[in-house]
């Protein structure tokens, strides 16, 4: 199976020059850029993944694969393939939507970074569920001459640190003016920012960073959505065998937030596990007398936890209780409370319906001349059936 990303950018060389296109050339085939590389070259290349598409990350994941293949884009479409021969085996965090590439000469030595291409297929398929993303962003960006940055990001704080304690930073925030870093920066709202560093060391080298990052301290919410058939008898919730019970986590912006449960048992291990379809009640329990307690919470991408919340129910499995007595003309039953109320329905020996009625606990009827079959079906779709047998009726 092939993985590919389309990527837009000036790849018409009629506006490149002679020289410049020769020495291009040279440099493509000394940095293992040159199109296509062989699917059975084994150099290896450092893939970035991140949000933006510009160069502001706001997290980084490196990862180390064999060569992809560079399909020759059609002439001045500004269009190009990156073909992978195999899975990139890694989950990857949906805010990912681009990526770029740089190739290994030797170890330790690479070649210069591609330009930024949006992923359009794929990468992996093992996105959902997603893997648990680190709550820190830990970004080292070096251009190979000291003094280095790096950033260190949790929570509403960011960190900015060079090679030494020696080193002199200054940081321009949002465009604002330039300004020395002392202490660690805590920002009290929410929201996107970018932030330039400078930073000197002693030998009056000088090395200037642009990142970008979000701020993200608000926690997702998490609920638990119950669907018919149910009923509540006085304060407890009884389901159906075909219930079912969905789980959504909210957050903002929306759809980077995933839900979480398990089934609790007590005296036992509570083993969260993410949530991807409905749950269907008949699926949770083999015995549920004494309940079913479900306990869940929503996460966000960047480890933001909602409160865990439970929820309790009981599964009625059993067909209404009820007992009838009577002859071929009139009927009268007995229900018992938890199956009540239900739906009787009176039926002819062909199956074709007489009278269809709501009746509670004790009630009697008429019957039609020529009932046969009386069904009573409660709120969860549970049934049971009698039939006629001379002037009785038995189930």
Known sequence: MFYSSRVHGNTNPGKTSALTLLLSLIFLCLTGFILPLSANNEREVIITFQAEAEASFYQIEWLTIPSPTWENPDKGSGVAEVIFESPIKKNLPRIYRYFRIRSALQPGLYGQWSQVYEIKSNMTREIAPREKVKTWLNQFITDGEPPSTRYFLKGNTLEIFGDSESDAI????????????????????????????????????????????????????????????????????????????????TDNPPGQAAAFYAVYKKGQPVNFKPYTKPLIAKDLVENSEEGVWLVYYAEDLVGNQSPVKAIGFLIDRKAPRVQLSGNSKSVSFEIEELSIPVKMRVRSADGSLLESRTVKNKDSITLPVNAEIIDFTDHLNNTVTFKKSGENWSN
């Open 170 to 249: 200054r940081y321009r925030l949002n465009k604002q003016k330039e300004v020395d870093y002392t202490e660690p920066l805590k920002f009290e709202k929410n929201g996107y920012y970018e932030i330039e560093s400078n930073i000197t060391d002693s030998n009056g080298r000088v090395n200037r960073r642009k990142i970008g990052f979000y701020v993200d301290t608000v926690k997702p919410v998490g609920l638990a959505l119950i669907y018919p058939p149910f009923y509540y008898y006085i304060d407890q919730l009884v389901l159906g065998e075909q219930s079912t019970i969905q789980f959504k986590a």
